[in-house]
């Protein structure tokens, strides 16, 4: 899911999901975060000053969607409920 600072990677294995927050430009410093939540579940979060990417987060996901929020900068998005 792309946003205008970067973009928000999301993968799913048969039993495993997860997120990273990409930054569109590398290279210098800057606050980046990335969570992934299952359904039912409490999120897991990367936050920090990073150059290049936060996370990656993971969580279970047998049969549960899943809610991912990313921000690099000023720029975020999320994916609402996705994976069902």
Do not use: H, N
């Not at 569109?24 to 992934?36: D, K």
């Not at 990417?53 to 609402?80: E, L």
């Amino acid at each position: 899911m792309p946003f205008e600072a970067g973009e928000l990677r999301v993968y799913k294995s048969r039993t495993r999901a997860c997120a990273t927050a990409v930054a569109r430009t590398p290279g210098e410093r800057r606050r980046m975060a990335v969570s992934i939540q299952p359904r039912g579940g409490a999120p897991v979060r990367d936050v920090g000053r990073f150059t290049r990417y936060a996370g990656p987060v993971t969580v279970g996901a047998i049969s549960r969607c899943v809610y991912v929020k990313g921000s690099v900068g000023a720029g975020s998005a999320d994916s609402g409920w996705i994976l069902c």
